[in-house]
């Protein structure tokens, strides 16, 4: 028996109307292939200039009603084009398509629209209402706020302008207390930055930057448990030489003394760090050393502060060039060398003097 033939399902009936021209949701490449949609669009464009605006603009009310903007901008775009000597006519379909690019957010074309209804219209309210919601939508506040004082008193008051200016005073104040966070932020690194410089001139400690920008989470700061905010805090890295490594002391309060802080590095009885397979870094057999910028070799006592070790560092060279010495402090960290006593020591003095 032979089947029947199916009917269409709903979908398909749905996908044949694309075909017919009143209910296509976009235009052919070649339209000129269609008789029916060649003869709709010379229907369209028949008529004098107002009366083929006025078609236009009917036909993108409709698809503006459905909220389809990007359709309804196209034929208010074709009003426009044709040029309407109807003045009244063309300002609304300039307002119109305002409207339209305020949902598609294209808030350019909407103040060159408003600005173009306004040289028809100084008192065309919904120009600078529209204007304003665009400048609003683009974070110019202000000029949202002096769009509103232009208006005339009657839609000054109008509920849609009252809510205009509230919302751009609101953003006006958020914008200034912004600004006046940015400012204070500013003043105090400004303050940070001059009260750190005399605090390292104080110390003999001479700042080198990295010329490339700093890439270290760490810096020189004030101690926030001291009232004075005198007390410095610095990175500061003890370097190994004998074994190419080194460790890093993020938080080196400066009234510490450096035999405190190697017994934390190096707890007695606690296992050797890996690199150390003689077991030699003990406290006890450690020596530091800090290089100047003049290339002198400070030897760091266990009592010694590293607030005593800058005060040992300062100077100026001999022959009258008046350079000042002191610890540089490269990159933000101060850097000193740890060596075990006796050979390892002599070695490592030996090869620094031959080099510097």
Same mark, same amino acid.
């Given at each position: 028996?032979?089947?029947?033939? =199916?009917?269409? $399902? *709903?979908?398909?009936?749905?996908?044949?109307?694309?075909?017919?021209?009143? *209910?296509?949701?976009?235009?052919?490449?070649?339209?000129?292939?269609?008789?029916?949609?060649? %003869?709709?669009?010379?229907?369209?464009?028949?008529?004098?200039?107002?009366?083929?605006? =006025? @078609?236009?603009?009917?036909?993108?009310?409709?698809?503006?009603?459905?909220?389809?903007? #990007?359709?309804?901008?196209?034929?208010?775009? =074709?009003?426009?084009?044709? !040029?309407?000597?109807?003045?009244?006519?063309?300002?609304?379909?300039?307002? @119109?398509?305002?409207?339209?690019?305020?949902?598609?957010?294209?808030?350019? $074309?909407?103040?060159?629209?408003?600005?173009?209804?306004?040289?028809?219209?100084?008192?065309?309210? !919904?120009?600078?209402?529209?204007?304003?919601?665009?400048?609003?939508?683009?974070?110019?506040?202000?000029?949202?706020?002096?769009?509103?004082?232009?208006?005339?008193?009657?839609?000054?008051?109008?509920?849609?302008?009252?809510?205009?200016?509230?919302?751009?005073?609101?953003?006006?104040? &958020?914008?200034?207390?912004?600004?006046? &966070? #940015?400012?204070? #932020?500013?003043?105090?690194? $400004?303050?940070?930055?001059?009260?750190?410089?005399?605090? *390292?001139?104080?110390?003999?400690?001479? %700042?080198?930057?990295?010329?490339?920008?700093?890439?270290?989470?760490?810096?020189?700061?004030?101690?926030?448990?001291?009232?004075?905010?005198?007390?410095?805090?610095?990175?500061?890295?003890?370097?190994?030489?004998?074994?190419?490594?080194?460790?890093?002391?993020?938080?080196?309060?400066?009234?510490?003394?450096?035999?405190?802080?190697?017994?934390?590095?190096?707890?007695?009885?606690?296992?050797?760090?890996?690199?150390?397979?003689?077991?030699?870094?003990?406290?006890?057999?450690?020596?530091?050393? %800090?290089?100047?910028?003049?290339?002198?070799?400070?030897?760091?006592? #266990?009592?010694?502060?590293?607030?005593?070790?800058?005060?040992?560092?300062?100077?100026?060279?001999?022959?009258?060039?008046?350079?000042?010495?002191?610890?540089?402090?490269?990159?933000?960290?101060?850097?000193?060398?740890?060596?075990?006593?006796?050979?390892?020591?002599? !070695?490592?003095?030996?090869?620094?003097?031959?080099?510097?």
């Amino acid at each position: 028996m032979a089947t029947l033939p =199916q009917p269409p $399902s *709903f979908d398909e009936r749905i996908a044949s109307l694309d075909s017919l021209p009143l *209910f296509m949701n976009s235009l052919p490449e070649d339209p000129t292939d269609n008789v029916a949609l060649s %003869a709709l669009q010379s229907l369209a464009h028949e008529g004098t200039p107002d009366e083929i605006a =006025q @078609n236009f603009k009917e036909q993108g009310n409709e698809y503006f009603r459905g909220k389809r903007y #990007r359709e309804a901008l196209g034929f208010y775009t =074709q009003g426009v084009d044709a !040029k309407p000597e109807d003045g009244k006519l063309r300002e609304a379909l300039l307002l @119109n398509r305002a409207a339209c690019n305020l949902e598609l957010q294209n808030h350019g $074309s909407v103040l060159r629209d408003c600005a173009a209804v306004i040289s028809l219209d100084p008192h065309a309210s !919904k120009a600078y209402y529209r204007a304003g919601l665009a400048l609003l939508a683009l974070d110019r506040a202000d000029e949202a706020l002096d769009v509103c004082a232009r208006v005339g008193d009657g839609a000054a008051n109008d509920a849609g302008f009252k809510a205009l200016r509230e919302r751009a005073e609101k953003k006006c104040a &958020e914008i200034r207390r912004k600004a006046d &966070e #940015r400012a204070e #932020r500013a003043r105090r690194a $400004s303050e940070e930055k001059k009260k750190m410089g005399a605090a *390292f001139a104080a110390r003999n400690l001479i %700042a080198v930057p990295n010329p490339d920008g700093s890439a270290n989470p760490y810096a020189p700061r004030f101690d926030p448990e001291d009232a004075t905010g005198g007390t410095l805090i610095l990175p500061v890295f003890f370097l190994y030489p004998e074994h190419a490594t080194s460790d890093v002391v993020p938080d080196f309060i400066e009234d510490a003394e450096f035999g405190a802080v190697l017994a934390t590095m190096f707890p007695p009885g606690a296992p050797a760090p890996p690199w150390d397979v003689d077991g030699r870094y003990v406290v006890g057999s450690l020596v530091v050393y %800090a290089m100047t910028r003049r290339k002198r070799l400070l030897k760091v006592g #266990r009592k010694m502060t590293l607030r005593d070790v800058c005060r040992a560092a300062g100077g100026t060279s001999a022959g009258g060039t008046n350079v000042q010495d002191g610890l540089e402090v490269k990159d933000g960290c101060l850097s000193f060398v740890v060596v075990p006593k006796g050979e390892a020591e002599q !070695k490592w003095v030996e090869e620094y003097k031959s080099t510097r």
